[in-house]
């Protein structure tokens, strides 16, 4: 790890590690020298072992570390686990938002209560998060958030209509605060990823190997593939880089 991308003396927690995805950058961020805390999705998802191996994996660093089941809708919940990481690791530096609610449905079927609940973790979970760390860091100078968002943020997809809308609603929002807060040292930045391994595939085997045939590289994305990413924006080499998107989606996007 150069010297440009190292993440020592830096502390993080990153929201969704209960997921591929979020566990991939939550090791990233430890292995480039971070403390990194690590918060599920949903309260729900306290009895799987992700998000707690995940935080074995940086004491195995010498990180110091803490994994927590939060609802990352939850005002409250949201607030705790951030003031937890200032209190054990010392601060926050970098917020990675990873939460991930998948949800498909016909329009005509999805009740408001599923739209509440998908808008409310996948997009307000993301505002929350960023609001509340927002003001820890823009009190000490600075810091970095990252949204992970879907590509179907940008491409629409039949029965998908809620997840979209919140996916979309991610990237316009990354914006929005990456001017608002540029002149004070904190950037924000997103991570547009693909479909990914182990991140759950609409229809299946079969939903699968219609994507496979579909990508380029005829292929689902790594996680690990995405987090290379997430060192590089946390890191000082991005310092002038702010309201992004950097996608990750093996040429999805490059279909006409």
């Known amino acids: 790890m150069t010297s440009e991308f190292s993440l020592a003396g830096r502390s993080a927690l990153v929201i969704g590690a209960s997921n591929p995805i979020g566990r991939a950058i939550a090791v990233a961020l430890a292995e480039a020298g971070a403390d990194v805390a690590v918060a599920t999705t949903t309260r729900a998802q306290a ?23 939060i ?25 990675v938002n990873a939460q991930d609610l998948p949800f498909a449905k016909p329009a005509v079927e999805t009740t408001l209560g599923e739209w509440r609940r ?6 307000g979970g993301v505002f929350i998060a960023s609001r509340e760390a927002g003001r820890v860091m823009l009190a000490h100078g600075g810091g970095r958030i990252i949204n992970i968002a879907s590509v179907l943020g940008e491409r629409g997809m039949a029965n998908g209509a809620a997840y979209c809308a919140a996916q979309a609603g991610v990237f316009n929002l990354t914006r929005a605060l990456a001017l608002e807060w540029a002149r004070e040292g904190l950037n924000v930045n997103a991570i547009g990823a693909g479909w990914t391994e182990g991140m759950g595939i609409i229809g299946g085997d079969e939903g699968r190997q219609q994507l496979e045939r579909y990508l380029p590289y005829k292929r689902l994305a790594r996680p690990d593939e995405i987090a290379g990413a997430a060192v590089y924006l946390a890191s000082d080499t991005s310092a002038y880089l702010t309201g992004q998107v950097i996608w990750i989606e093996g040429g999805a996007l490059s279909h006409v």
């Not at 009895?47 to 089941?69: D, G, H, I, Q, Y």
């Not at 686990?81 to 917020?95: A, C, H, N, P, Q």
């Open 47 to 69: 009895e799987e072992v992700t998000a707690n191996s995940c935080s074995n994996e940086m004491w195995a660093l010498n990180r110091k570390s803490f994994a927590e089941a």
């Open 118 to 123: 998908v808008v409310d973790i996948n997009l």
């Open 71 to 95: 609802d990352a809708a939850d005002e409250g919940d949201v607030r705790g686990v951030i003031d937890r990481t200032v209190s054990e690791l010392g601060k926050l530096d970098v917020l």
